[in-house]
């Protein structure tokens, strides 16, 4: 019998059934049962190739999945506290206080010398921005505000040269005044005694008391029938006026 299944098919070969049951119970068991060997053996075969297969199937069953650890919770890093900014520098500094003070005067400001004291302040912080070196953290607000405090200090310049303008033309125009005034008065005073000098060398009535015709040489001691005689002039009615 044994020479027999030796001699048939391959999957009919003993050596090959019993390897199959071992190694591959789904394909050994169908191998058993298309060979002639007694119904007993392929029962037997049969069940331990199953209990074998089952067995492995239990073992894989039961051995723990591996599971892929999970990564601990990263805490986020705390926020860095910001750095508290530099202080400025005391020329910044400086500058700044001057400039505050010059803009506090600008709302007062009406004569030349108020705005001379503006500039002298703006003036004052534009030297103090001047003495902040290049690698100083407030040379580029420096900068800007240089910019700016030197249009301010051109400004109030500006505004004094035009009150001082303006109050030298005020005097000016005063001078040239009170000149024609004078000059006006002379030029009447003048006429004034062209016609006294008229009248007198007309022998006529002059106008004004007797210490005005005395001073401007008109004359005194008047009597009736003389121009300049008149009731008024003679007083004490000894009939002689303005009695020397």
Same mark, same amino acid.
């Given at each position: 019998?044994?020479?027999?299944?030796?001699? &048939?098919?391959?999957?009919? $070969?003993?050596?090959?059934?019993?390897?199959?049951?071992?190694?591959?119970?789904?394909? /050994?068991?169908?191998?058993?049962?298309?060979?002639?060997?007694?119904?007993? /053996?392929?029962? &037997?075969?049969?069940?331990?190739?199953?209990?074998?297969?089952?067995?492995?199937?239990?073992?894989?069953?039961?051995?723990?999945?591996?599971?892929? #650890?999970?990564?601990?919770?990263? =805490?986020?890093?705390? #926020?860095?506290?910001? %750095?508290?900014?530099?202080?400025?520098?005391?020329?910044?500094?400086?500058?700044?206080?001057?400039?505050?003070?010059?803009?506090?005067?600008?709302?007062?400001?009406?004569?030349?010398?108020?705005?001379?004291?503006?500039?002298?302040?703006? $003036?004052?912080?534009?030297?103090?921005?001047?003495?902040?070196?290049?690698?100083?953290?407030?040379?580029? $607000?420096?900068?800007?505000?240089?910019? =700016?405090?030197?249009?301010?200090?051109?400004?109030?310049?500006?505004?004094?040269?035009?009150?001082?303008?303006?109050? #030298?033309?005020?005097?000016?125009?005063?001078?040239?005044?009170? $000149?024609?005034?004078?000059?006006?008065?002379? %030029?009447? %005073?003048?006429?004034?005694?062209?016609?006294?000098?008229?009248? =007198?060398?007309?022998? /006529?009535?002059?106008?004004?008391?007797?210490? =005005?015709?005395? #001073?401007? &040489?008109?004359?005194?001691?008047?009597?009736? /029938?003389?121009?300049?005689?008149?009731?008024?002039?003679?007083?004490?009615?000894?009939?002689?006026?303005?009695?020397?």
């Amino acid at each position: 019998m044994s020479k027999r299944q030796n001699s &048939g098919k391959w999957y009919q $070969q003993k050596r090959w059934v019993i390897g199959s049951l071992l190694l591959f119970p789904p394909l /050994g068991i169908p191998l058993l049962w298309l060979t002639r060997w007694p119904r007993a /053996g392929q029962i &037997g075969g049969s069940v331990l190739s199953g209990i074998l297969l089952l067995s492995v199937l239990t073992g894989e069953a039961s051995e723990p999945a591996t599971t892929t #650890a999970l990564p601990a919770t990263v =805490e986020a890093p705390e #926020a860095p506290t910001p %750095a508290e900014p530099p202080a400025p520098s005391p020329a910044y500094q400086d500058a700044i206080a001057e400039a505050t003070a010059a803009t506090a005067e600008l709302a007062t400001a009406e004569t030349s010398v108020d705005w001379d004291s503006i500039a002298d302040r703006w $003036q004052s912080a534009i030297v103090s921005l001047g003495d902040i070196p290049i690698s100083s953290d407030d040379d580029s $607000q420096a900068q800007v505000k240089l910019a =700016e405090y030197e249009r301010n200090y051109d400004y109030a310049i500006a505004q004094k040269t035009a009150i001082e303008s303006a109050a #030298a033309a005020a005097v000016a125009q005063q001078q040239a005044e009170e $000149q024609a005034a004078v000059q006006q008065q002379v %030029a009447a %005073a003048a006429e004034a005694q062209a016609a006294l000098s008229i009248v =007198e060398a007309q022998g /006529g009535y002059v106008s004004g008391t007797c210490k =005005e015709l005395k #001073a401007s &040489g008109v004359g005194s001691d008047f009597t009736p /029938g003389d121009a300049n005689y008149t009731s008024a002039r003679d007083r004490d009615d000894d009939g002689v006026a303005c009695e020397s």
